[in-house]
């Protein structure tokens, strides 16, 4: 699949109180290996009533190209807003923000239910006017690949809950983008299904290598599968911790090493909590 690197810059100008962002393309890349460039980088929602509701304060993180960052940390700590401000569908508030071109895949597969597996995952190439036989083709060859094959004409009621979210992760895939964000995508599943697709993840991104930005608040599916963990604590969201995982490929939630990695990151979690607190 062709993929057009494209690194873009958003850097908040005016941080007296606008919200509109910079969208630079050509200044200050990040540097070639990186995907993902955060600099402190804050947002703030605004509350019915006019209060501000700062989600994120000052975040600085970084993604090596071809990596998997997961970002842990509990509900309502900023973690969604993350991934919509890496996939420009927010602006920061503040800080500079570069990143290749992300694709988002939200915490709810949203299947269309009257579209096919098969017509679901390749609506993207749809909407951007490939025609249905070529968009088909392309679809085709990923449910091949990644363990689908067979169930293209099934509606998404057909389909199980780890099959739902397979399609939406080839639908992802198919958007093209080097930079794939997936929020919670397992997050609905019961734990076998749970483990199962993050194997079939771990193997699916040996076939099909993207830059990964995968939100969860499991530490240790965040272990399993990242290159890098970073732990954010709420009230507003901040990194409090970022581990290293430099452990072989696949990995069990029983090796000793992705244990001591979970015992720290939920002792920086606690600590998090007890800062915040709660
Ligand atoms: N559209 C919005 N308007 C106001 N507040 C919001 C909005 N979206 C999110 N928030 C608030 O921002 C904070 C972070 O939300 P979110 O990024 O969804 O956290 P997470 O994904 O970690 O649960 C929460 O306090 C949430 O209530
Ligand atoms: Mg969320």
Redesign the pocket.
């Given at each position: 699949m062709p993929i057009q690197l494209k690194p873009r810059e958003r850097r908040q100008q005016d941080t007296s109180g606008g919200s509109q962002a910079a969208l630079t393309n050509a200044v200050g890349h990040a540097p070639a290996e990186q995907a993902v460039v955060l600099d402190g980088v804050s947002h703030a929602y605004t509350d019915r009533r006019g209060a501000p509701v700062h989600a994120l304060a000052d975040v600085s993180l970084r993604t090596a190209r071809g990596s998997v960052l997961a970002v842990v940390g509990p509900s309502g700590c900023g973690?969604?807003t993350l991934l919509e401000l890496i996939c420009a569908l927010q602006q920061p508030d503040a800080g500079i923000l570069r990143c290749e071109p992300a694709v988002l895949m939200p915490?709810r597969d949203l299947l269309m239910p009257w579209l096919c597996a098969l017509d679901n995952a390749a609506l993207a190439l749809r909407i951007a006017g490939l025609p249905r036989a070529r968009a088909r083709e392309r679809g085709a060859a990923l449910f091949d690949e990644l363990g689908l094959g067979g169930f293209e004409r099934a509606r998404p009621h057909e389909l199980s809950g780890g099959m739902r979210q397979r399609v939406a992760f080839v639908r992802t895939l198919l958007s093209g983008k080097p930079l794939l964000c997936l929020?919670?995508p397992f997050g609905a599943l019961d734990a076998i299904t749970r483990q199962e697709m993050q194997e079939w993840l771990t193997g699916a991104l040996v076939r099909e290598p993207r830059t990964v930005v995968l939100?969860t608040h499991d530490v240790e599916e965040a272990i399993v599968l990242a290159d890098r963990v970073a732990v954010l604590a709420p009230r507003p969201g901040h990194v409090i911790a970022e581990l290293s995982v430099d452990l072989p490929r696949p990995r069990t939630r029983t090796n000793p090493a992705v244990i001591a990695l979970r015992e720290q990151a939920l002792r920086a979690l606690n600590l998090g909590a007890t800062e915040d607190g709660r």
């Open positions: 973690k969604t915490q929020d919670e939100v």
